[in-house]
């Protein structure tokens, strides 16, 4: 019995399938290995590439930084060594914008850009890009504050890919399988069961539209847990997670700021929410302290004063996370605090109160940990939609190791998102019977 047979089409099919799958992988950009080294006078670092590549590389303060970017990239460089005085205290990288992953090396000291450079490939060794520095004072970085090196133009990949868009992925009927967060953490099956709420038994006319933003990403990683879990791993986890049982309700469409490992500046999450006039917006976070025996869940409302000085740290260092990407949202605090008096930016401010207040109620009676004074308020610039109901979840604290590992468990995801679509059933029900929506 002939069990098959080739003829002249089938073999050349087959050797360019062979021929894609071999050659495709090669093609794309790799930083295989990152060196770092002393010479007299400054540091090099050298950044082995699988070819040749256009790259910047500038240095930001507050905290001291070089950045690196270049066309998207993957990442092979395994453990790298820092030798001591090198003033390199950590090295990460992530996806920044579309068509541009970025490497953030956090520095001790202001340092100035001397030279940056590639080497062609030659004699067995790789392509490399070899950029040295050297310590500066504080006024001797001001100077040179805003230098580039490189080739590659802040605009040049942008346009070359779609705009980044969040988009809403409607749940396949009867959808059991399990799907893996990109840590590779596995979220649950779905069980109808878990989806049922106390709440919204009344009849409802419309499907309230939920924003869902998973905090930190790509190259912001966020807070890093005493497992060393990431907290950008944790909150789109957790995200996925909370979107999944509030779909499974029927009662609401939710969108995903982001569904998976990309860097997205603050004042993007909160314009894909007021862009999809969203009823409700909530923000997913894991804390980070000094003190490794605090934890508890914590509710961030928008304030003009933080309501402590631990509150007021915490909402500067999120804010923050924007400069990472030398985007410095500091100069639309004006802008905001005129918004912030109208009295529909305050009838939002205390809709969103009510919300909190909401959640803490039914994470308590549902068994999650919460902190003595919950409720708190800071100046979080993804709160600061004036016509969008706003918090911030602060799940827990990465920097508790029993809370981090919790965090890091999708029974225990799924137990706190299901505290919060309570709370959210709860919400809509009070502001339905009141006419607030």
């Known amino acids: 019995m002939k069990l098959c047979c080739y003829n002249k089409f089938t073999i050349p099919v087959f050797l360019l399938l062979l021929m894609f799958?071999?050659?495709?992988?090669?093609?794309?950009?790799?930083?295989?290995?990152?060196?770092?080294?002393?010479?007299?006078?400054?540091?090099?670092?050298?950044?082995?590439?699988?070819?040749?590549?256009?790259?910047?590389?500038?240095?930001?303060?507050?905290?001291w930084r070089l950045?690196?970017?270049?066309?998207?990239?993957?990442?092979?460089?395994?453990?790298?060594?820092?030798?001591?005085?090198s003033l390199i205290k950590t090295i990460r990288q992530g996806a920044l914008d579309p068509g541009i992953s970025r490497v953030v090396i956090d520095l001790e000291e202001p340092v100035s850009l001397q030279k940056a450079f590639l080497i062609k490939k030659d004699g067995g060794k790789p392509d490399r890009?070899?950029?040295?520095?050297?310590q500066t004072s504080a006024a001797g970085f001001a100077l040179e504050k805003g230098k580039s090196l490189g080739n590659l133009k802040a605009e040049g990949f942008r346009n070359e890919t779609p705009p980044l868009v969040a988009t809403v992925t409607p749940p396949l009927p009867n959808q059991q399988q399990t799907k893996q967060a990109s840590t590779g953490m596995a979220l649950p099956q779905k069980k109808p069961s878990e989806s049922a709420s106390p709440?919204?038994?009344?009849?409802?006319?419309?499907?309230?539209?939920?924003?869902?933003?998973?905090?930190?990403?790509?190259?912001d990683p966020g807070a890093i847990g005493a497992n060393g879990v990431f907290e950008k791993h944790i909150a789109l986890a957790m995200a996925k997670e909370l979107k999944q049982i509030l779909e499974d309700t029927g009662r609401y469409?939710?969108?995903?700021?982001?569904?998976?490992?990309?860097?997205?500046?603050?004042?993007?999450?909160?314009?894909?929410?007021?862009?999809?006039?969203?009823d409700l917006f909530i923000s997913l976070h894991a804390d980070s302290i000094g003190k490794g025996n605090v934890r508890g869940a914590s509710i961030y409302t928008l304030s003009e004063k933080a309501s402590d000085e631990q509150t007021a740290r915490l909402a500067d260092r999120e804010?923050?996370?924007?400069?990472?990407a030398g985007i410095d949202i500091s100069h639309e605090d004006k802008q905001v605090a005129d918004i912030l008096i109208?009295?529909?930016?305050r009838d939002t401010m205390n809709q969103s109160k009510f919300f909190a207040n909401t959640i803490i109620e039914t994470m308590g009676h549902g068994g999650i940990n919460i902190l003595e004074k919950p409720h708190r308020s800071a100046g979080f610039a993804v709160l600061k939609a004036p016509d969008i109901p706003s918090v911030l979840i602060e799940m827990g604290f990465m920097s508790n190791k029993s809370e981090a590992q919790l965090l890091s468990e999708p029974s225990y995801r799924r137990k706190v998102a299901r505290t919060i679509v309570q709370g959210i059933d709860a919400y809509f029900e009070k502001a339905r019977r009141n006419n607030r929506i």
């Open 21 to 63: 799958f071999t050659i495709t992988p090669a093609q794309a950009l790799t930083v295989q290995d990152v060196r770092i080294g002393l010479h007299p006078g400054n540091t090099r670092v050298v950044l082995e590439l699988s070819e040749a590549s256009p790259f910047r590389a500038f240095v930001l303060d507050n905290p």
């Open 67 to 85: 950045v690196v970017d270049m066309p998207t990239f993957g990442w092979q460089a395994g453990q790298i060594s820092r030798p001591a005085g």
């Open 129 to 134: 890009l070899v950029i040295d520095f050297k």
């Open 199 to 219: 709440y919204s038994h009344a009849p409802q006319e419309k499907k309230y539209f939920i924003v869902i933003d998973a905090g930190h990403g790509g190259v």
């Open 253 to 278: 469409k939710v969108l995903l700021t982001r569904d998976r490992d990309v860097y997205l500046r603050l004042f993007q999450r909160v314009e894909i929410a007021r862009s999809h006039s969203a």
């Open 319 to 324: 804010n923050k996370a924007d400069i990472i």
């Open 342 to 345: 109208d009295i529909a930016m």
